[in-house]
């Protein structure tokens, strides 16, 4: 297995702070590609793309030819010709191949993925969420996702983000599954990598506190009235000892 990737643009924008002045701010263009291929036909994979501090600006569907931005608002402010990658991609194919020649063939060790599941927002049952699916520090960028409920396979509505550089030259990927938390669901996130044997899996279930059996209701109920039973009781004591002292202080001394 053989990567030949891109690198980090060290950028200086100007940020304006209200009431203050300007003030230079660091920031990272990152063009973000690679060209990849294991040994066999029909086994390379390649993505181009812009980052911007650590977020997708755009990628290049490179077999369609297309520029996808990571928000469709963002294409209205800028655009880039698809062609530039492909380019890109060709020249990256070659100089991966001469790398290979002068390096007799040596691979890189696989880096396994480290795999977390979490909720996008606080977790209420039947209000819509998303299912946020973490891959990071794996390498090469070769991995399948896949999310499952209740041991079924879902795929409807699962969007998988580009691949993400890190600052150590592993990668990172996101997946998101929008859904409807419902008591007792179990959801699970499985990512398959080349470096794992099997996938490496991740559960998830919402947590909420169970409601109040119709016996705990009832037993609950009994206590609460045996104790508004015993204040009545209590209280109907007290009123009779206070009235019959009264009733003695008021008795006329014997003569």
Same mark, same amino acid.
């Given at each position: ?27 990272? *263009?990152?063009?973000?590609? /690679?060209? &990849? ?9 390649? &993505?181009?793309? /812009? ?19 990571? !928000? ?13 990658? !492909? ?9 991966? =191949? ?72 592993? /990668? ?24 794992? =044997? ?20 009832? *037993? ?36």
């Amino acid at each position: 297995m053989a990567v030949l990737s891109g690198a980090a643009v060290p950028l200086l924008l100007l940020a304006v702070l209200g009431g203050v002045g300007a003030v230079l701010k660091p920031h990272v *263009l990152l063009q973000a590609e /690679f060209y &990849q291929r294991s040994e066999g036909p029909d086994k390379a994979w390649a &993505q181009f793309g /812009f980052h911007f501090d650590a977020d997708e600006l755009f990628h290049v569907e490179l077999v369609a030819a297309q520029t996808v931005w990571r !928000l469709p608002e963002f294409g209205r402010f800028a655009s880039f010709e698809a062609q530039g990658a !492909l380019q890109n991609m060709a020249v990256g194919k070659q100089n991966l =191949e001469v790398m290979i020649s002068n390096s007799n063939r040596s691979q890189q060790d696989f880096v396994t993925p480290e795999l977390a599941l979490f909720p996008a927002e606080a977790v209420s049952l039947e209000e819509p969420n998303v299912l946020i699916c973490y891959a990071d520090k794996f390498w090469p960028p070769v991995a399948t996702m896949e999310w499952r409920r209740n041991g079924a396979v879902v795929s409807e509505g699962v969007y998988d983000s580009v691949y993400y550089g890190r600052p150590d030259l592993l /990668f990172r990927k996101f997946s998101y599954l929008p859904f409807v938390p419902q008591r007792g669901d179990v959801y699970s996130c499985a990512v398959r990598h080349w470096g794992a =044997e099997g996938p490496v899996q991740r559960m998830w279930e919402p947590e909420v506190p169970e409601p109040p059996s119709e016996s705990s209701a009832t *037993l609950w109920c009994a206590v609460g009235l045996a104790v508004g039973i015993a204040g009545i009781a209590a209280g109907t004591a007290l009123i009779l000892r206070a009235v019959r002292r009264n009733a003695a202080n008021r008795q006329p001394g014997l003569l």
